[in-house]
């Protein structure tokens, strides 16, 4: 997107994200309903707070969100990568 790469399943840490920028340091995560779950819900959290501890700006969307509002999703993505490209420069 706009000239970055974004790597597929890339692990951090002990966590894997759904999508990494290495060079804006963006992580993109795409939730199913197995998020809903309090469990999986409270190791998100903890695992956003990790993310952050490490420099990484994160992005959550919910799968439903992405297929119904595919547009919006990428606009937000877009300007995320627009403002951090930005503050890299």
């Known amino acids: ?9 890339k ?15 963006l992580a993109i995560e795409i939730d199913g309903y197995s998020h809903q779950l ?6 998100d959290v903890e695992n956003s707070r990790r993310l952050e501890e ?5 992005l959550r969307f ?4 992405v297929f119904q509002n595919t547009k919006g999703v ?4 877009e300007n995320t990568v627009i403002e951090l490209s930005s503050i890299a420069d």
Request: aromatic share 14%; charged share 25%; proline share 2%.
């Open 62 to 65: 919910q799968d439903v969100e």
């Open 54 to 58: 490490l420099g990484i700006k994160l």
């Open 1 to 9: 997107m706009l000239g970055f790469d974004f790597t597929r399943q």
């Open 38 to 43: 309090e469990e999986v819900y409270a190791k």
């Open 11 to 25: 692990p951090i840490d002990s966590y894997i994200v759904d999508f990494f920028c290495s060079k804006l340091m």
């Open 74 to 77: 990428l606009q937000v993505i």
